[in-house]
Structure formats: C-alpha cells, structure tokens
C-alpha cells in the first residue's frame, strides 16, 4: 500500500552523496526537507537543498528527537553511511544513548537500527523506505559499461553471491571479496571499502567485489549503495569487478561512475 507523504519531510544524513541526491530530488518534487547530518563531509551540500541543516553526533538522540518534535517532523529517511566502527572510538553519548546500549542485546545493524525505528515511533516519527525519493538509482539488471565480464569472472560471481547472501542472513555484512573461487574478505564492522582495500591486498590483482541486499532486507536502512568512490578503492587495489543485485542496489553518480569504470577497465554488473 501506497504511503501518504507529508509535505515536510525529515532526512538524517550520513556521510556521501546519497543523501544530498534524496534531498536534491524531493526539492525538485516540491517537498520541504528539513535535515539532521551527522556528518561534515556533506554539510555545504545539503544546505543547497534543505530547508534547515541541523548538525548532531550520532550518539545524541535526546537532540535529534527534541529536533525532530519541533520541527514538527513525523516522516523521515535515514541515508548515507554512518559507520558502526565510531562505536569503538568511545565518543560522547547523551544519557538516552547510554541506556539505549544497555537495553542492546546485541550491536549488529539490524537489531540497533530496528530499536531505533521503534525509538522514534514512540515520538510519533515514521520512518520511510529509503529509496522513495531515489528510485531512479537503483541499478538494472545487466552489465553498466562497456567492459564484460569473462567466464572465470561470472563463476566467482556466482559463488561470491551464496557466500554473500549468507553473510547476510547472519547481519555480519553485504559484501565479498572473491578470486578464483577463494574468499579474500569478508565485510564486517569495518564497511565495503576497507573490506575491498583488504581483499585486494590479498588477492594481489583481478578481485571481484559482490555485494548483495541481506535476505529479507528492511527498507528503511542498510540499502546496499555504490559509486564512485566504490570504483577509486577497487582501483587502487587492482580489484576489476563488481556485482550487485539487481532492483536492490543503489548507484550514487551513475554516470560518472560508469564512465570511470569503462575508462579503467573495471565490470559493473548486477544479477
């Protein structure tokens, strides 16, 4: 069933383009966008397209919902990355926070972000889908480039999608490393960059990258996504492709993306 969206529309922002993108588009469709960034690297960026640019840390939800409730905002979008490995970093946390970790049976994405969903329904917030605003980035099926995959290539595909798909179903991550049939990298904690970066190393040169929605994956969070930035890591670390699922995945600047790809050689595939 169709939701009903409101004219003003919440937005709390990760690091990349992808939230700039939502924020762009729900501009350019007549929607107020008022946004929480819990990042710097995009900041200049969303202030183009949203209404208010509020700046909190991650570990702050006493601010963000005090936000959220004068603003009156009762829908948002939760998009771009927000790194799980700050957790390690001991950073400020509110008191809301810290019992919130309390209450944490476990820290793996799912559950946290699952909490937090309900967190925010209790305020009367609702979380949306994250690809309302950004249908038109998600990735058809096929290849995107000019460079084709070979027949050794599809064949690590096909087992590195099982292995992924697996990992997934455990909420560990989204993505492998794979050559000749040999799993480099798994991701965890750390995120598919550094899960490339690592696998490249050990692969040496020709590593294929997959990266898969989780089974059953929730909408509102953990979308998979990739772009350029995905394609300078696999560069720089002599990996050559990378698959994705079809109608699951987002790819953030597609163009400049793929003509990245085709000027270096690299795959962009999605099954």
């Known amino acids: 069933m169709a939701i009903e969206l409101d004219q003003r529309q919440g937005l709390i922002a990760g690091d990349g383009l992808l939230p700039v993108k939502m924020a762009q588009y729900a501009k350019e469709n007549g929607f107020d966008v008022v946004c ?17 640019v509020y700046s909190c840390a991650p570990g702050e939800p006493l601010k963000i919902e005090k936000i959220l409730q004068e603003e009156n905002i009762k829908q948002l979008t939760f998009l771009g990355k927000v790194n799980k490995s700050i957790l390690l970093k001991r950073p400020k946390f509110d008191s809301k926070a810290i019992e919130f970790f309390k209450r944490a049976v476990r820290l793996n994405d799912d559950k946290v972000m699952l909490m937090i969903i309900e967190e925010l329904e209790a305020i009367g917030v609702t979380v949306l889908d994250q690809t309302i605003f950004i249908k038109n980035l998600m990735i058809p099926s096929g290849v995107l480039g000019k ?10 595909v096909n087992y590195g999608y099982e292995i992924a798909k697996e990992v997934g179903k455990l909420d560990i991550g989204q993505s492998v490393v794979i050559k000749d049939k040999m799993i480099m990298a798994v991701e965890a904690i750390e995120g598919t960059d550094k899960c490339i970066r690592r696998g490249g190393k050990l692969a040496k040169k020709g590593g294929c990258i997959v990266k898969v929605a989780k089974p059953h994956q929730d909408k509102r969070f953990d979308i998979p996504a990739i772009g350029l930035k995905t394609l300078k890591t696999m ?16 790819i953030v600047d597609q163009e400049k993306t793929i003509q990245y790809a085709d000027k270096h050689g690299i795959v962009i595939m999605a099954i």
């Open 235 to 250: 560069r720089r670390y002599n990996n050559t492709l990378i698959a994705v699922e079809a109608g699951e995945t987002i």
């Open 36 to 52: 929480i960034s819990l990042s710097s690297d995009n900041y200049r960026e969303l202030k183009k397209y949203c209404s208010k």
């Open 147 to 156: 460079t084709q995959p070979t027949k050794e290539q599809i064949e690590d």
